[in-house]
């Protein structure tokens, strides 16, 4: 996205992968990346100026990321209003949480030259599912909060092989789950590894706890009450009564959302995907009714021995 083209020739030059059949994946700095989320990851760096008060969420791929955004837009609006959106009205009816919520490789920094976000009211929402290392240096510099969520292993592959399968026609059918595991185990996926992305956000959190929360989607499904009022407190905006912690929580329930017609009936412009793919059943545990005992076996070994000694269990 450089002006002189020079992202290009370092995409060239970029160790290749592939995910599924056909997602063509190239390597950076230990991450894959789909080219054209590199190349927004560069501008974002580039360009991106991060505000004090700006809030920033990151996560991996199929960890919940669409629930933090929901939540947290839900719960910034309560207080907010102006570019986050008016008080009361029911926004996440309207569209779904990836429009409110943008993420920075995917729907911010896809354009040449890259958006001027200098005028949007403060304070600045937005997602990433860029690593630690590759985010601008002003997020890491400025004041800004960022909040990162992430999910047990198993859960998040099984998530993952049926999200991108429902991109296949039924005569295609399923992608070969030993096939995919294996990709996952590699790291070879979308903003992968896994343990590498988790891990630089877990020891930043340690570093920094008041600059980054680190949640996970086990935890939030177990106890949404307490969890909510942990990030709505973090956020410095905390919740006047257990009511509203609870209407809040029901309004970005999976339940709900992926029941409103626009998450039903909409499709998300920039990967062409139907909206209803983001909202599937939310069940801790899922995995067991995919992985053979072999796959399970092997992904707790890899579990335990990357975050040995982290003080992460997942
Ligand atoms: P499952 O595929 O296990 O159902 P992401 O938003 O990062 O893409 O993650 C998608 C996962 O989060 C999916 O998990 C999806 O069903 C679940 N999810 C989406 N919205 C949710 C919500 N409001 N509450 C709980 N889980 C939700």
Redesign the pocket.
């Known amino acids: 996205m450089d002006p002189d083209g020079s992202t290009k020739i370092v995409l060239d030059q970029l160790p290749k992968g592939s995910f599924f059949e056909n997602l063509d994946l190239v390597q950076r700095d230990g991450f894959w990346y789909r080219p054209r989320h590199l190349e927004a990851a560069i501008a974002c760096y580039s360009w991106f100026d991060a505000r004090d008060d700006d809030v920033i969420l990151a996560?991996?791929?199929?960890?919940?990321?669409?629930?933090?955004?929901?939540l947290c837009f839900s719960i910034m609006q309560r207080h907010c209003g102006g570019d986050v959106g008016a008080k009361n009205e029911d926004l996440l009816a309207r569209h779904h949480?990836s429009f409110h919520v943008r993420t920075l490789e995917v729907r911010v920094y896809t354009e040449n030259p890259p958006p001027d976000l200098s005028g949007m009211q403060s304070p600045r929402l937005f997602h990433t599912h860029l690593p630690y290392s590759a985010l601008p240096e002003s997020i890491k510099k400025s004041k800004c909060k960022m909040v990162y969520?992430t999910?047990n292993p198993k859960?998040t592959f099984?998530?993952m092989w049926?999200?991108f399968n429902t991109r296949r026609t039924p005569e295609q059918g399923s992608y070969p789950l030993e096939d995919a595991f294996e990709s996952f185990c590699n790291g070879v996926f979308h903003f992968g590894p896994f343990f590498d992305h988790v891990l630089q956000y877990w020891n930043q959190s340690l570093k920094m706890p008041h600059k980054i929360l680190f949640l996970k989607?086990e935890d939030?499904?177990r106890n949404p009450k307490d969890q909510v009022k942990r990030l709505a407190s973090f956020l410095g905006k905390p919740f006047a009564d257990e009511e509203e912690v609870e209407e809040l929580i029901r309004n970005?329930?999976?339940e709900?959302?992926?029941n409103l017609e626009v998450n039903k009936k909409g499709v998300d412009p920039w990967i062409d995907m139907p909206y209803s793919a983001?909202?599937?059943?939310?069940?801790v545990g899922?995995w067991e009714n995919v992985l053979t005992p072999e796959m399970s076996q092997r992904l707790d070994q890899i579990t335990s021995m990357k975050l040995e000694g982290s003080g992460l269990d997942l």
Do not use: E, Q
């Open positions: 996560s991996s791929m199929k960890t919940g990321s669409n629930w933090l955004k929901a949480p969520i999910r859960d099984v998530s049926h999200f989607y939030l499904r970005c329930s999976l709900r959302l992926k983001y909202f599937r059943k939310g069940v899922d």
